[in-house]
């Protein structure tokens, strides 16, 4: 504002310099060289104090934001479930507000597990309030490894309980490890099981003149087919309702032990009662919530197991602060890196970028990272935290490669998170021991090529032909592949591809499990497990947590005193201010807007039309939960 005025100020004077000229030239050149060096000192001047304060406002919002968090005597953790709950946090910068680039609404599930530990093992916080129940979470695996953290907390002694207007189904899977349960007068549990319909594009593809080619290895490879198919196939069918079955029946039994209710009956209300439409107080009969409150009676309960007064402030301390609350572990005894590696497996950032974005594992640079660690002497284990559905073979390789780099000098453990299937399990086959949750989705071994025709749009329905000359059979295949009407024999060929992919890959395995090629391709097929069931086709070596990967690597390394390090580091907040990109473009808006629900297939089509990674290794992607 200063800065305006001032300019205001010059311009006048400028217009009575001007005003002037006519009158008196030689005068007025010599006052506006005056003013014209006072104008350019002012600026500077100006701009110095301008970035003198915003140093300092730097300063102090770095400062505040990185300060430890003192904790007062008799607090109490506020949790909130909302937004999203991924692998690690997304945090943004001091400035997203300023701005406008806004909050990112989501929750690292690493900082969750952290600040729960802090908050067990610190005195004066006496309990946990889990407010709010509609977060979204990447996967039913990380629901359950937030609540199997909550359910650890409450080994010390202190008590839970949680709040919700509305509670969304993984949320209210959660929220069952709490003393109490409390509900809104009109609020809902929106308990319903697991499963859904999926999208199938084919008929829409018929009339635009599209047909997707495919080239693939696996009968359970199922990620094609909603470009190829009307619905889903048996063999998808059979392994959705494996995978399905047993993570409900995971939750069932932990929900029903919660709730102090029998498993079987849980299981009957859920099948035979819509409980997002039920009343509050039906909810209360079948012992799904304690009771009704408004948020002024929730404030009371939480004073009254503070043994506080009605008029007394209740010390409260949100994640955030959580996180700056000093760690107890010290840094003794030896370092065990845990990597983690989750989202996508793309060949470069470019791709991720033409995918959609979103956080993704680069083949060379999480290559490079595993490399620095092999050679990293500090470094005595690795534990490799893999929570991803696959992508490119190559970059699989390229990462597997790596770690088997890592195991030649050092134990390498992974942790399975929420999934490790198809590129996920590829890039973890080589470890010397492997760790899952008993709820992550693992397997998918089987591979796919997956390119679009679009000659029936093109040349049928647009009149657009293409002619050239070529000196041998296979110059210009790429387009023959994409807008060509004969493209059989090079499909045969790209089948072949896939074939020797596919054998490699049940190759990768055999060496890294102990196994022959014959016994993985058994178990392949691309078909999805869940790792309660790989166990026992030695998939996986273990059912456990990321703690027991931990110690599982310190066992390997023969480490009696050690400390955890996470790699790779989370950007600083000026880094990721330098990067900080809109989450999406006005264009992009009007065009999801003008086609509507054909938005998504369409630009599946022009993502699989410039992907030139031709040999994928990916599962189905719909495994995140509400």
Known sequence: MLFFVYLLAVCKKVAIFANCYVTNKRHFMKQFLKMTLATICGVVILSLIT?????????????????????????????????????????????????????????????????????????????????????????????????????????????????????????YYVATVADKIYLNGQGSVDLRGLGGKSEYYKGLYDKLGIKYQVAKVGKYKSYVESNTLTGMSDYDREQRQAYLGGIWKYWLKEMAEGRKVKADELDKLVNDSLLAFTPAEQLIKSKLVDKVLFPEEIKAEIKNRLKLGKNDEINQLTLSDMLNVKSKQKENGGKIAVYYAYGSIVDSEAMNMLEGGGHCIVGKTVADDLRKLADDDDVKAVVFRVNSGGGSAVASEYIRHAVKLIKAKKPVVVSMGGAAASGGYWISSPANYIIAEPTTITGSIGIFGLIPNVSGLVTDKLGITFDGVKTHQFAGYETELVAGKDTQEIMRQMQNYINRGYQNFLNVVAEGRGLKPEQVNEIGQGRVWLASDALGIKLVDKLGSLDDAVKKAAELAKLQEYHTAAYPAEPGWFEKLMNKEPKGSYLD???????????????????????????QARMLDDIRVK
């Open 589 to 615: 808006g009007q065009i999801r807007e003008l086609l509507g629900d054909a938005y998504l297939p369409l630009m599946q089509i022009r993502n699989d039309l410039k992907n030139n990674s031709r040999m």
């Open 51 to 171: 970035g003198l304060f915003f140093v300092i406002s730097l300063v102090g919002m770095v400062a505040s934001d990185s300060a430890a968090t003192k904790v007062k005597e008799n607090s109490v953790f506020v949790l909130k479930l909302s937004g999203s709950v991924n692998e690690r946090s997304e945090e943004g910068t001091p400035f997203d507000d300023f701005l406008g680039l806004g909050d990112t609404g989501s929750m690292g599930l690493d900082d969750l597990i952290a600040s729960i530990r802090k908050a067990k093992d610190n005195d004066d916080i006496k309990g946990i309030y889990i407010q709010g129940g509609s977060a979204g979470f990447d996967s039913p695996a990380t629901a359950q490894q937030l609540r199997d953290a909550l359910k650890d907390f409450k080994t010390s002694g202190k008590w839970i309980v949680a709040y919700a207007n509305n509670y969304s189904q993984a949320s």
